[in-house]
């Protein structure tokens, strides 16, 4: 029995919210919107989220990147020769320090050299600009980078610095389009290389390239150090031609051009890099001693490079951690204001339903005199309610996930909507319709048959 005068009371409040059906979508408004906000939201921060671990993949765990510096130095042209302090010179950034680091300072779990060079690739009647970067095996370890096909680099090729590389996704398809590279020549610059190994493809978006300032590793083709600094150059190996620039230079630096005098026809003078590596990443194996191991390897390179700071040191990881904490600040205040969107939603709610309650009067009076109890004009009424707020719950969840899918499409902002959020704002605003219908509930089921029935 009970269950069939909660079916009525439901089909009674059905045809009620179908009878005024614009009032009924005018106030489910503030749910619609309150629920499309909280998803769409959600969906940015956890986009920006997904981004920042995506780049926390491509720089690696926990690592310190060390990178050498070559610029220009000011100079007063006016002081006297006399009184100028001599400058001191820096051999730059070896795998000198690489061994130092190494031996010196605990806690460091691997180091990974590069020597990055541009140059171009021929195949097949086909030149295309390209980078050959020289590494070692820890390279791909430290930056998760796994093998497609092929194999590593083994201990001959990289003592001997053998002609051999392996190439990025890219590459393969380039060069490669139909047929396996693996054992094939790629012209590299001056000298052939033999494929040894395809990388997988590492996807990499448009903004962790401008962010990071990585380049696309699927365009690049890797090869032993010793096979760069062998085959194709040691900028360690210095020349009379440099010796006698550096006796130009200034601040450890490598100048070119110039006639050695102070007039104001002097030409201007050109840095030449003089580093003997690109980039030094070092694996630190806990995240808490990245800065004191940053500050260690800043104090050891002060010494070996007589003082002169021609290096800058940074931690990505750190920094993108800080990013982080940043967007997920921003995406609570952004889910806070949603959900006061849901609240006043749920007001709106209330202030229709006491509205309805005050021009229903008499139905309520004609009900409660043929025999309807208290529970059941409670029923009637929290069934509206509960109907306006889960219809509007549904239509938001639409409305949110084509918001999302606007924002990513159009503002080219990554956006990653879970079921989680679609969860909790649907949640929320059943729990909104529950609560705030349950004081218009209350006023109609209290009303008085006789003096509803008398009530114009």
Known sequence: MDKERVLANLLIAIDAVFANRVRSILTALGIIFGVAAVIAMLAIGNGAQQEILEQIKLVGVNNIIIEPVVEQTEENLQEEDEGKEKKKFSPGLTLEDK??????????????????????????GIRRSAKLVGVEPSYFDIFNF?????????????DKGEAVCIIGKSIKAKFFPSENPIGKMLKCGPNWLKVIGVLDERYISESSISKLGI????????????????RYKNRAMLTEEMIQGANRGSSGMIFFGGNGGSGEDEAPKQAVNYHQLDRLVVQVAQTEKLNPTADVIVRMLERKHNEVVDYEIEIPELLLKQQQRTNDIFSYVLGAIAGISLIVGGIGIMNIMLASVLERIKEIGLRLSIGAKKTDIINQFMFESMMISISGGFIGIVLGIIMATAVSRFADIPTVISFGSIL???????????IFGIAPARKAA??????????E
Do not use: C, H
């Not at 209290?446 to 009530?455: A, E, F, G, V």
């Open 446 to 455: 209290l009303q008085d048959p006789i003096t509803s029935l008398r009530y």
């Open 99 to 124: 061994e130092s680091i190494l031996k010196t300072i605990p806690g460091v779990e691997t180091i990974s050299p590069e020597v990055l060079l541009e140059t171009y690739i021929i195949k097949n």
């Open 424 to 434: 909790i704002s649907f949640g929320v605003a059943t729990a909104i319709g529950l």
């Open 215 to 230: 380049r696309d590793y699927n365009m690049d083709v890797y090869t032993p150090l010793q096979t760069v600094l062998v």
């Open 146 to 158: 796994t093998l497609a096909e092929g194999k590593m680099f083994n201990d001959v090729q990289l």
